[in-house]
């Protein structure tokens, strides 16, 4: 089993190139709306907000201050190329599943960053934190990959110990 308690900021290399991984806080929103500004309008289609809005970047900083969402950043040279998000749904009858968000810029993929920013999360997940509503201790996750890189999609989820869910 991966450690679950990792210490951030860290650094991860990814085919060679040195990434910093840390907590998103509220001092990435401006990053994180570069960021998302230079994402393809087709990575964010499948998303369930429309997170190009400044409405729905400040609820997603909010989140993470009131321990509702836990999300990390990856930055090369200081410049956000990658960031994920554990959401759980509190007033839904599951609010123990969670759902992870991961966007890797272009420019970045097949690098092995999502695969990191991925592992990383879920270790956040899974770690024994008390109640699941807290940010932790998600213990069954399972892949459902709307956009991106399929092709190592299998191989990247066994690394992560997760099985994979057929849509619907």
Known sequence: MNDVSREYPRTVSCNGATMELRLMSSD???????????LPEHDLLFLSRDITHPKV??????????????????????????????????LSWSRHVGELRVLVSPSWRG?????????????????????????????????RQYAGRH???????????VRRLEAR
Do not use: Y
């Open 28 to 38: 990435d929103a401006a990053d994180l709306k570069t960021f998302i500004a230079s």
């Open 57 to 90: 970047i400040e609820a997603w900083i909010a989140a993470i201050a009131e321990g509702r969402v836990k999300s990390l950043v990856a930055r090369e040279n200081g410049v956000i190329v990658g960031c994920t998000a554990i959401v759980l749904h509190e």
């Open 111 to 143: 690098w092995g960053l999502g695969t990191s920013v991925t592992i990383d999360e879920s270790d956040c997940a899974r770690a024994p934190c008390g109640d699941v509503t807290q940010g932790g201790g998600i213990p069954w996750m399972a892949v």
């Open 151 to 161: 092709d190592r999609h299998a191989s990247d989820s066994a690394k992560m110990g």
